[in-house]
């Protein structure tokens, strides 16, 4: 499965300590984040994250891209409710098009272990048809 993640500043210790706690589980699938997130994830677990730019230059929308294209089976997506950047990807963009493709997205870490958990029992395979179809 392509799973997506996306982290605010404030948020990307959490996301690594997440990605190192359920490395055996995102070893198996394959991993995406801007630029820096993915970074910090990779350098934190050793496993290979597929980059896109940083989100300020580019890095959101070739995220939202992969999202129209259908192409993300699961997205996760620390963001800080109580500040707002316009250096930080949308999240209300992000969630609605996550919702117009039906893609499971988290926004915190009890949401996102849940699915990840999930996922490793096959509790999100469903997507695998969902994107055959397109």
């Not at 070893?27 to 820096?36: D, F």
């Not at 395979?125 to 969902?130: E, L």
Request: with cysteine.
């Amino acid at each position: 499965m392509n799973i997506g993640f996306l982290a605010a500043g404030s948020r990307k210790d959490l996301i690594e300590n997440f990605c190192v706690a359920y490395k055996y589980i995102l070893a198996k699938h394959t991993l995406y984040a801007t630029e820096m997130t993915g970074r910090r994830i990779e350098q934190a677990t050793n496993l290979k994250v597929h980059k896109f730019l940083s989100g300020a230059v580019g890095g959101e929308k070739q995220f939202i891209d992969m999202i129209q294209r259908n192409y993300m089976d699961l997205v996760i997506y620390f963001y800080n409710p109580m500040m707002t950047s316009p250096n930080e990807p949308d999240i209300v963009e992000i969630t609605r098009e996550c919702d117009r493709y039906t893609i499971p997205i988290a926004t915190n870490i009890a949401t996102a272990e849940a699915m990840v958990l999930g996922m490793e029992n096959g509790d999100l395979d469903w997507r695998m048809s969902v994107r055959a179809e397109e």
